[in-house]
């Protein structure tokens, strides 16, 4: 027996050794052919400068941080902010580095790294690890970056048109759960997340003036040095390994940034938060864009590029302009280019032209003035229609409250198990996350907009999401302001995600007008339609839930619904605030998703949508 068994250890031994993956060598050949499907991927990309990354600066960049040598790097993807490369060690281990191109320049790096570390730090969202990331957009690499994890599993979109009808609920009922997380926090100002105290409370305590806003640095020195003791192997150098103080600061959004406002040279010239009210966010969002139609009238900046369809456009500095209703002199071939100017030359040419040219200015300053006064009033009525709509939702005595938007939970975006498709590994992509008012963030994940009954599953799951008893929510920190312990209750944030999922979905709409990076003249009615019917815009809609079981149960945190109205043989918040008539619009629906989707026979009929 001992010889036996010492014979099958020294086999196990062998077996194990036999098996061990020799160290990945670094191959010319292997590099030279991703570089060119790098080049050929940039090619594509239309309307955008290449993006050039010296991939041999990256390789060094990465020994030197992970303290290891790099064995591959291969081209994973290019988008409009950065570039991303799958990095593979000498000893296998994979991680992912993104390269920024200089948009937003430190302010969208540190924010996208504290807003993952928040997230890691205080909830269950599985983020991927951060093992280092330099926001100086000026290093030697030339372009700030992020070295992270690999996300586990397989993007979404790979399975998701293929899910049956069960695991659909699955992976809808896991996103609700991480949904209802995230909705969960709550914070005192509109902006995005920074590491560190925050810095006009720490200007309030020392006595001196509160610096503006704009003139704040959020970021720490030297450039983000990587926080946590290096190590050689990646799993233990990690931002993620001490516990960070978090503020709301300047906002990472597209229209506070886009058309040629991300540079910040000068960043007094755009206010981009925090803002302790939506009053005050909103007045930023009317001067934003009332400002960006000076400069370009002016010649300070360059126009944005257009969005609408130029038949939409009343009148735009952009598009060809006649000095006179119905003149066509500018139509005709009086000015042949294929003809020389000789040619043309006679008794008062020169004259006529100096006239034409007079002309197209002064109908040029007057057209001007006109784009000025469209702005003023188009973004003026803008604002009061929110402000009125802002008042028509918020709950009577309650002060305003922030949470996490996220607004960007696409296919691509969310990686689920490779045999489990209904289970969650990661989450990424968490540029651009910002603190909004709660109506702005309740609403349903990107990747199920797209399908009304999906929707409707979506939100079917969050109102029964109480009455599971493996539903669990991570305490939030202490409030930032008084310091004390936040209380949850399940079933109270359910409730006033319904609320401000159905009562804001008109605010989600008529915010789309501030959420463009540049004004165009007709935008703001083609979104609010004409000034006559504005008042449609106030009136109660019909939605699948009740409203008025809503405002009760928000009105009475307390009451418990979690386990009432069981004579319909449902159980849960779902079945208090589900109304009639989409359980009976659901029900033919999940009977013909399941037909299609499970093979099944169902009830044999089609679903209504």
Same mark, same amino acid.
């Given at each position: 027996?001992?010889?036996?068994?010492?014979?099958?250890?020294?086999?196990?031994?062998?077996?194990?050794?036999?098996?061990?993956?020799?160290?990945?060598?670094?191959?010319?050949?292997?590099?030279?052919?991703?570089?060119?499907?790098?080049?050929?991927?940039?090619?594509?990309?239309?309307?955008?400068?290449?993006?050039? !990354?010296? /991939?041999?600066?990256?390789?060094?960049?990465? +020994?030197? $941080?992970?303290?290891? *040598? &790099?064995?591959?790097?291969?081209? @994973?993807?290019?988008?409009?902010?950065?570039?991303?490369?799958?990095?593979?060690?000498?000893?296998?281990?994979?991680? !992912?580095? /993104?390269?920024?191109?200089?948009?937003?320049? +430190?302010? $969208?790096?540190?924010? *996208? &790294?504290?807003?993952?570390?928040? @997230?890691?730090?205080?909830?269950?969202?599985?983020?991927?690890?951060?093992?280092?990331?330099?926001?100086?957009?000026?290093?030697?690499?030339?372009?700030?970056?992020?070295?992270?994890?690999?996300?586990?599993?397989?993007?979404?979109?790979?399975?998701?048109?293929?899910?049956?009808?069960?695991?659909?609920?699955?992976?809808?009922?896991?996103?609700?759960?991480?949904?209802?997380?995230?909705?969960?926090?709550?914070?005192?100002?509109?902006?995005?997340?920074?590491?560190?105290?925050?810095?006009?409370?720490?200007?309030?305590?020392?006595?001196?003036?509160?610096?503006?806003?704009?003139?704040?640095?959020?970021?720490?020195?030297?450039?983000?040095?990587?926080?946590?003791?290096?190590?050689?192997?990646?799993?233990?150098?990690?931002?993620?390994?001490?516990?960070?103080?978090?503020?709301?600061?300047?906002?990472?959004?597209?229209?506070?940034?886009?058309?040629?406002?991300?540079?910040?040279?000068?960043?007094?010239?755009?206010?981009?938060?925090?803002?302790?009210?939506?009053?005050?966010?909103?007045?930023?969002?009317?001067?934003?864009?009332?400002?960006?139609?000076?400069?370009?009238?002016?010649?300070?900046?360059?126009?944005?590029?257009?969005?609408?369809?130029?038949?939409?456009?009343?009148?735009?500095?952009?598009?060809?302009?006649?000095?006179?209703?119905?003149?066509?002199?500018?139509?005709?071939?009086?000015?042949?280019?294929?003809?020389?100017?000789?040619?043309?030359?006679?008794?008062?040419?020169?004259?006529?032209?100096?006239?034409?040219?007079?002309?197209?200015?002064?109908?040029?300053?007057?057209?001007?003035?006109?784009?000025?006064?469209?702005?003023?009033?188009?973004?003026?009525?803008?604002?009061?229609?929110?402000?009125?709509?802002?008042?028509?939702?918020?709950?009577?005595?309650?002060?305003?409250?922030?949470?996490?938007?996220?607004?960007?939970?696409?296919?691509?975006?969310?990686?689920?198990?490779?045999?489990?498709?209904?289970?969650?590994?990661?989450?990424?992509?968490?540029?651009?996350?910002?603190?909004?008012?709660?109506?702005?963030?309740?609403?349903?994940?990107?990747?199920?907009?797209?399908?009304?009954?999906?929707?409707?599953?979506?939100?079917?799951?969050?109102?029964?999401?109480?009455?599971?008893?493996?539903?669990?929510?991570?305490?939030?920190?202490?409030?930032?302001?008084?310091?004390?312990?936040?209380?949850?209750?399940?079933?109270?944030?359910?409730?006033?995600?319904?609320?401000?999922?159905?009562?804001?979905?008109?605010?989600?709409?008529?915010?789309?007008?501030?959420?463009?990076?540049?004004?165009?003249?007709?935008?703001?009615?083609?979104?609010?339609?004409?000034?006559?019917?504005?008042?449609?815009?106030?009136?109660?809609?019909?939605?699948?839930?009740?409203?008025?079981?809503?405002?009760?149960?928000?009105?009475?945190?307390?009451?418990?619904?979690?386990?009432?109205?069981?004579?319909?043989?449902?159980?849960?918040?779902?079945?208090?605030?589900?109304?009639?008539?989409?359980?009976?619009?659901?029900?033919?629906?999940?009977?013909?998703?399941?037909?299609?989707?499970?093979?099944?026979?169902?009830?044999?009929?089609?679903?209504?949508?």
């Amino acid at each position: 027996m001992p010889r036996n068994g010492s014979s099958n250890l020294s086999l196990n031994l062998a077996e194990s050794l036999s098996f061990t993956e020799p160290p990945l060598a670094w191959d010319w050949d292997i590099e030279h052919e991703d570089r060119q499907r790098e080049r050929r991927a940039d090619a594509a990309m239309r309307d955008t400068t290449p993006f050039e !990354v010296d /991939r041999r600066l990256l390789k060094d960049v990465v +020994r030197e $941080k992970m303290g290891i *040598e &790099v064995g591959r790097i291969k081209f @994973l993807s290019a988008g409009t902010f950065h570039k991303a490369y799958v990095i593979t060690l000498v000893n296998r281990e994979e991680l !992912v580095a /993104r390269v920024a191109r200089r948009f937003m320049p +430190r302010l $969208k790096t540190e924010s *996208e &790294v504290a807003t993952m570390s928040y @997230l890691r730090e205080k909830t269950t969202v599985p983020v991927p690890r951060i093992y280092h990331y330099d926001s100086n957009p000026w290093n030697r690499l030339g372009g700030e970056f992020i070295l992270m994890s690999k996300a586990p599993g397989i993007p979404l979109s790979r399975v998701y048109h293929g899910l049956a009808y069960s695991d659909l609920v699955k992976l809808i009922k896991n996103l609700a759960s991480l949904t209802i997380q995230l909705f969960a926090h709550r914070f005192t100002d509109i902006g995005s997340l920074y590491f560190g105290p925050d810095p006009r409370v720490q200007a309030i305590a020392s006595g001196t003036p509160t610096p503006k806003a704009t003139l704040q640095h959020y970021s720490g020195f030297p450039f983000s040095p990587t926080l946590g003791p290096l190590s050689r192997t990646p799993s233990m150098q990690s931002v993620h390994t001490v516990t960070h103080k978090y503020h709301v600061g300047p906002i990472i959004s597209w229209p506070f940034f886009g058309s040629n406002r991300g540079n910040l040279d000068h960043p007094t010239e755009l206010n981009r938060g925090p803002w302790p009210t939506t009053v005050s966010y909103l007045e930023s969002c009317v001067e934003r864009e009332i400002n960006g139609v000076l400069k370009e009238n002016e010649g300070s900046a360059a126009p944005h590029r257009l969005h609408l369809d130029p038949d939409e456009i009343h009148s735009s500095w952009h598009h060809k302009l006649r000095a006179v209703p119905g003149d066509e002199s500018d139509d005709s071939d009086e000015y042949d280019l294929e003809e020389s100017d000789e040619e043309w030359e006679g008794p008062g040419s020169a004259m006529y032209r100096d006239y034409r040219r007079m002309q197209r200015s002064t109908f040029l300053v007057a057209h001007l003035n006109r784009r000025e006064a469209a702005v003023k009033r188009e973004m003026g009525r803008w604002k009061q229609l929110m402000e009125r709509l802002v008042e028509q939702e918020q709950k009577d005595g309650v002060k305003e409250e922030f949470g996490l938007d996220c607004h960007d939970l696409s296919l691509e975006n969310v990686f689920v198990d490779e045999n489990d498709h209904s289970k969650i590994t990661c989450v990424i992509d968490w540029e651009s996350t910002t603190t909004r008012p709660l109506w702005a963030c309740a609403h349903v994940p990107a990747c199920l907009q797209s399908s009304p009954f999906v929707s409707k599953l979506f939100r079917q799951a969050i109102a029964e999401l109480p009455s599971d008893p493996h539903f669990r929510v991570p305490p939030p920190p202490s409030h930032p302001k008084t310091g004390r312990s936040i209380s949850l209750d399940p079933a109270q944030l359910c409730r006033e995600w319904l609320y401000h999922e159905a009562s804001g979905a008109r605010l989600r709409m008529a915010h789309r007008c501030a959420e463009w990076d540049g004004w165009e003249e007709g935008l703001v009615d083609s979104i609010l339609g004409p000034e006559e019917i504005e008042k449609e815009w106030f009136k109660v809609g019909s939605s699948e839930y009740d409203h008025e079981s809503l405002r009760a149960a928000i009105a009475s945190p307390g009451h418990d619904h979690g386990h009432e109205h069981e004579s319909d043989g449902e159980v849960g918040l779902g079945a208090s605030l589900w109304s009639s008539k989409a359980k009976n619009d659901a029900a033919p629906a999940a009977a013909s998703y399941r037909d299609r989707f499970s093979g099944g026979t169902g009830t044999g009929k089609k679903w209504e949508k």
